[in-house]
């Protein structure tokens, strides 16, 4: 298998990103993958789990000397070493400064899939059935009402003076409960036949971005375009594929083709539509910000100014496999009076990662901690993403760092000065 063609990311939108990985392999392709890395050691200081650990075995060139020795036979699979490579964020900040072309997504994916057929049934299951939750809406819209009722009814508040909300099990799940609150909003379905645009709201549309397909529904209808919302929405398989599960993942994501005559499907979740663009039918799956920024339609929209300080977010799913975030400034360069500018160490994932902040806590919340560190209140005003999971992430750590700063999607803060 050939590795991805390395692509300069940033702001100028001109070079298409790469896609996501879909793949699973056996002991022989992992090591035929993990031969590609001449171990220089380039990647270390791109590697935010390695910059934050300083260890070597949690590092891109540890964990594929890691996976060579496992998958040779040469080494045993323990808890340690298992918790080097689940450390893994899958951010891929490690392949674009790889001489070697080494295709460490498809590396890590197919490690992770390899581990868990090697578990005992009963793990395999249990991750079959808590992944499986996740990725069904109707859970995650369940979830999100679940959450509103802790942080409305002081039960949060009640936790946190308790302690109760600190205890390793419980804190990273008080967090996001009191982030999806910020986040959350229903999403009612729209089946118009004659739609112009299908919006993609995946599995966790409601819960992390109810608010911007609220919004993203608000613009489309002030340009004059009929939108079409499933009221049962599908997962990318992003979850399944990324845990150890890539057969349930492709399956998931080869239930999103498209089919002869759909309108074209534009997704708001930058890691769902990376996700997406590596699934059978569904490679022509457009970002919201992307594509709003190419209508012509746009330029007749007004939009009332702002004078405000906007921090614009950067997801690894952004920027390294959809091409940068070009639009976003773009479209936010549409606000009279708005100044939008990199959030600082855009260059180093957040922490959020999809399920890594359940899964890896301690070291997503350092992530995040160390994102934010340089952030006062009052300066910026807003953060923008277009990542849920980002979001989600972002929000907690705001709050847990005490800043009153909003994180919002740009399509929301579109709408709001909409004249």
Not at 263 to 272: D, H, K, N, Q, R
Request: charged residues 20%; proline residues 7%; hydrophobic residues 40%.
């Amino acid at each position: 298998m050939s590795a991805p063609a390395r692509r300069q990311t940033g702001r100028s939108g001109a070079t298409p990103g790469r896609s996501a990985t879909r793949i699973d392999v056996s002991p022989d392709q992992l090591l035929t993958l993990a031969d590609q890395c001449v171990k220089c050691g380039l990647c270390l200081p791109h590697c935010p789990t390695f910059m934050q650990l300083r260890n070597e075995a949690d590092s891109p060139r540890g964990r594929i000397a890691l996976i060579q020795g496992w998958a040779s036979g040469e080494l045993a699979m323990s808890p340690t070493l298992a918790g080097h490579l689940g450390g893994c964020l899958g951010c891929r900040a490690c392949e674009d400064a790889c001489p070697s072309l080494v295709a460490y997504g498809q590396l890590i994916d197919g490690a992770k899939a390899a581990r868990l057929r090697a578990s005992p049934a009963w793990r395999q299951a249990w991750r079959r059935l808590w992944l499986g939750r996740l990725a069904d809406a109707h859970f995650t819209g369940a979830l999100a009402r679940a959450a509103a009722l802790y942080e409305r009814t002081g039960v949060a508040r009640l936790a946190q003076r308790c302690g109760l909300a600190g205890l390793r099990g419980l804190r990273p799940l008080h967090r996001l409960a009191r982030a999806i609150t910020k986040t959350a909003a229903p999403v009612p379905g729209s089946s118009d036949a004659s739609a112009d645009v299908e919006l993609f709201v995946g599995c966790m549309g409601g819960l992390a971005q109810g608010r911007a397909v609220a919004a993203a529904r608000t613009l489309l209808g002030r340009l004059g375009l009929r939108v079409r919302v499933p009221s049962a929405p599908r997962c990318c398989g992003a979850l399944h594929q990324h845990n150890g599960l890539p057969a349930d993942g492709q399956r998931r994501g080869a239930a999103c083709a498209r089919h002869r005559g759909d309108p074209p499907l534009v997704g708001l979740a930058s890691a769902c539509v990376a996700e997406l663009r590596a699934a059978p039918g569904s490679a022509d799956t457009q970002e919201f910000c992307d594509w709003l920024d190419r209508l012509p339609t746009l330029n007749g929209l007004g939009f009332r100014p702002l004078e405000r300080l906007v921090l614009v977010h950067e997801p690894c799913s952004q920027r390294q496999l959809l091409g940068g975030n070009a639009a976003v400034y773009r479209l936010l360069a549409r606000i009279p009076g708005l100044t939008a500018q990199p959030l600082p160490g855009n260059q180093t994932c957040c922490g959020g990662a999809g399920t890594y902040p359940l899964q890896q806590p301690e070291l997503a919340d350092a992530l995040v901690a160390e994102k934010l560190a340089g952030l006062t209140a009052g300066s910026p005003d807003l953060i923008v993403t277009t990542n849920p999971g980002c979001a989600l992430h972002l929000i907690a750590g705001l709050r847990e760092a005490a800043l009153a700063i909003e994180v919002c999607h740009p399509v929301e803060l579109l709408a709001r000065q909409i004249k």
